[in-house]
């Protein structure tokens, strides 16, 4: 069965500062791959998604992530970060015949002045 | 448009108290689902729906019941409710492929 794992709970990064979060999932079918973003006390929000194609994927506020097969990961990632930036981060992975969603446990985003 | 709206925001019940949260969407999808997110779990799927009077379950279904009577609507029913089900609850639908959209979640307390 598929599982995503987000390698870190908490990346702490200064402002301006860029950022990686981690995200590897375990198996090598082909996949859908979505980033989402919570904002404290919100509901979740689409950041990006790959389905096909190009395998770097940009995505609203500036983030962006890369698709690697080979190594079965998804990371996200931002030039610079800002305060406003500061959220939990999800990432999620589809089977394209399964369409459920298999959930990392998230990464929360600390910006440091 | 409003999306997926979720009632109530928070409620606080006592131990074997039953209740509905209430969850519906204005944008024809014929996927709908419920999530309870625990600190440190991420997202765990509760029961989900792929049309009008079908449902299944999920990861995580012990203590809910749900049913699909219209597209629009996606009730979810605590029969009885335990501490253990102190969580915050999140409705998403979806078209057939695509991206989840969440409501703003419903914070639930069971004393």
């Known amino acids: 069965a598929q599982s995503v794992t987000q390698l870190d709970s908490q990346v702490p990064v200064f402002e301006e500062a860029p950022v990686e979060l981690r995200c590897n999932y375990s198996?090598?079918?082909?996949?859908?791959l979505f980033w989402y973003v919570q904002y404290p006390n919100q509901g979740l929000q689409l950041l990006l998604k790959?389905?096909?194609?190009s395998t770097l994927v940009k995505g609203i506020n500036g983030f962006e992530a890369e698709f690697n097969k080979s190594q079965t990961s998804f990371h996200l990632r931002k030039p610079s970060v800002h305060i406003s930036d500061t959220a939990e981060y999800f990432c999620?992975?589809?089977?394209?015949?399964?369409?459920?969603?298999?959930w990392g446990a998230g990464t929360k985003l600390i910006i440091k002045p | 448009n409003a999306g997926v709206t979720q009632t109530p925001k928070f409620q606080v019940l006592k131990t074997g108290q039953s209740m509905t949260l209430q969850c519906a969407q204005d944008?024809?999808?014929?996927?709908m689902s419920w999530y309870r997110q625990d600190p440190g779990m991420g997202l765990r799927l509760i029961h989900y729906?792929?049309?009008?009077?079908?449902?299944d379950q999920g990861e995580v279904p012990n203590g809910y019941n749900v049913s699909r009577s219209t597209t629009e609507d996606f009730p979810l029913r605590l029969l009885s409710a335990a501490p253990s089900q102190t969580s915050v609850y999140f409705c998403?639908?979806?078209?057939?492929?695509?991206?989840?959209?969440f409501g703003e979640g419903s914070r639930l307390t069971v004393l």
């Open positions: 998403a639908s979806r078209p057939v492929t695509g991206e989840l959209f």
């Open positions: 944008m024809n999808h014929e996927y």
């Open positions: 729906s792929v049309g009008a009077g079908i449902t």
């Open positions: 198996s090598s079918v082909s996949v859908y």
């Open positions: 790959y389905l096909s194609g």
């Open positions: 999620a992975v589809s089977d394209v015949s399964n369409y459920q969603l298999i």
